[in-house]
């Protein structure tokens, strides 16, 4: 079937699922592109799948028989190759098929990827990263396989909730970060220290100031010629947005998708939403200002409203068992 | 009373369980929620919750 619409969205998290159904919702045709074969998941309850079974399951939130249902159409498994901007069409590809999708309006909801170190790719066998549903469906049996220790790189916000959520689970986890305190970007001082304390206090072995200088099968190199041996290693040093396309189309980009304050790319007629979008020089990489995005975006592609996107503020916590942890 | 569903992460609000956490009493209608109530899981605001079928 030949879609008809004429906004397409390249992307299925929650930017580009939710801006597909928000549109769907009030009857705007909408075609997703994505890569994903699983369904609309809830990427924000990765970091906390190992301790309660019951999540992988409940952070499918929509199939794409939901999606369609909805009214949105759906293509999955599709990989775009590239963007015609003269032509106002998108290049698409799946392992059956290829062919070509106008657009009068695209929005680029890509995403991110988890961040590896220059150093580090070549090592990347090594390690694990849990950056998408597939990664935890490998990760689970790896973790249940887990007889002595599981090693975390990286202290940051998803570092320090999966260190939880694998403590909860039961297992023996060290954390390493390069830094003098835990979520030294979302915390303070004081309550950086009380979360250390609180894994502390759990037992989970936490090495602050030590920088890992690379991986060995089931070794975590560290300075001086030490290092660390673990049945699991889990790599958790940031996200990359995937701007890769739009780089190749000719689109401004910066770290992420360079876009204006109504979050249009340097063409008037491609946006970017979510974790890929550089907004003024910011990247929105949390749930609410990209629910924020979401609506507004809703709002201006159904004529609702013509003021730019204003950034609130935006409350976030940790989900960190047993300890209530807000910025 | 009636359960409410995060669009965003699936955490279900039952007013026979409240949200102790944040302070919010068994018993609780969702409509009686504060504005400024958040999902417990993901951190979304009450808009982004909706009548639980289930």
């Given at each position: 079937m030949?879609p ?6 390249i992307?299925?998290?929650?930017a580009?699922s ?7 919702a009030r ?7 994505t ?6 998941y ?8 190992f301790?309660?079974?019951t999540t992988?399951?409940?952070m499918?939130l929509?199939s ?12 999955t498994?599709t990989?775009?190759l ?12 799946s392992n059956?098929s290829s062919?070509e999708?106008p657009?009068?309006?695209l929005?680029?909801a890509?995403?991110s990827?988890a961040?590896?170190p220059g150093?580090?790719?070549a090592?990347?066998t090594h390690?694990s ?7 935890l ?8 396989e887990?007889q ?9 916000l998803?570092g320090c909730?999966v260190?939880s959520?694998?403590n ?5 986890v060290?954390?390493f970060?390069?830094?003098?305190r835990?979520?030294e970007?979302q ?6 220290a009380e ?11 936490i090495?602050?100031n ?6 060995e099968?089931?070794?975590?190199l ?14 958790a ?9 739009a780089?190749?189309a ?15 790319t340097?063409d008037d007629s ?7 979008a550089?907004i ?15 609506k ?5 592609l159904s004529?609702?409203?013509?003021e ?13 068992h047993?300890?209530?942890l807000?910025? | 009373m009636?359960k409410?569903?995060?669009?965003v ?13 944040s302070g919010i009493a ?5 409509d ?5 109530w ?10 982004d919750?909706?009548?639980?079928a289930?």
């Amino acid at each position: 079937m030949q879609p008809q619409s004429k906004i397409v969205i390249i992307g299925s998290g929650m930017a580009g699922s939710g801006l597909a159904l928000e549109l769907a919702a009030r009857q705007i045709p909408v075609t997703l592109i994505t890569g994903e074969t699983a369904g609309y998941y809830s990427r924000p309850l990765l970091s906390h799948a190992f301790s309660d079974q019951t999540t992988k399951d409940r952070m499918m939130l929509k199939s794409w028989k939901d999606m369609e249902t909805a009214g949105v159409t759906v293509m999955t498994g599709t990989r775009v190759l590239s963007i015609n901007r003269e032509e106002k069409s998108v290049l698409w590809e799946s392992n059956s098929s290829s062919g070509e999708l106008p657009y009068d309006q695209l929005v680029l909801a890509t995403g991110s990827d988890a961040l590896i170190p220059g150093p580090w790719k070549a090592q990347k066998t090594h390690f694990s990263l849990l950056n998408s549903y597939n990664d935890l469906e490998n990760l689970l049996p790896k973790v249940g396989e887990v007889q002595n220790s599981i090693a975390i790189v990286g202290g940051g916000l998803i570092g320090c909730e999966v260190a939880s959520d694998l403590n909860k689970a039961g297992k023996k986890v060290t954390l390493f970060h390069g830094v003098d305190r835990l979520m030294e970007r979302q915390l303070s001082e004081s309550q950086s220290a009380e979360l250390l304390a609180h894994f502390q206090f759990l037992g989970i072995d936490i090495r602050l100031n030590t920088m890992v200088k690379g991986f060995e099968p089931g070794k975590v190199l560290l300075p001086e010629g030490d290092s660390f041996s673990a049945d699991l290693i889990l790599v958790a040093v940031g996200f990359l947005p995937r701007t890769e396309l739009a780089k190749q189309a000719g689109l401004e980009t910066g770290r992420g998708i360079k876009a204006s304050d109504f979050l249009k790319t340097s063409d008037d007629s491609i946006f970017a939403i979510g974790d890929t979008a550089e907004i003024n020089g910011q990247i929105y990489a949390f749930v609410l200002p990209i629910r924020s995005q979401v609506k507004w975006l809703t709002d201006y592609l159904s004529g609702k409203t013509t003021e730019p996107w204003t950034p609130g503020v935006y409350p976030a916590k940790a989900k960190i068992h047993g300890l209530q942890l807000k910025w | 009373m009636q359960k409410y569903i995060c669009i965003v992460c699936n955490h279900i609000y039952d007013p026979a369980l409240g949200d102790p956490d944040s302070g919010i009493a068994p018993g609780t209608p969702f409509d009686q929620l504060p504005d400024d109530w958040s999902c417990p899981d993901c951190g979304v605001t009450k808009e982004d919750f909706e009548l639980y079928a289930g």
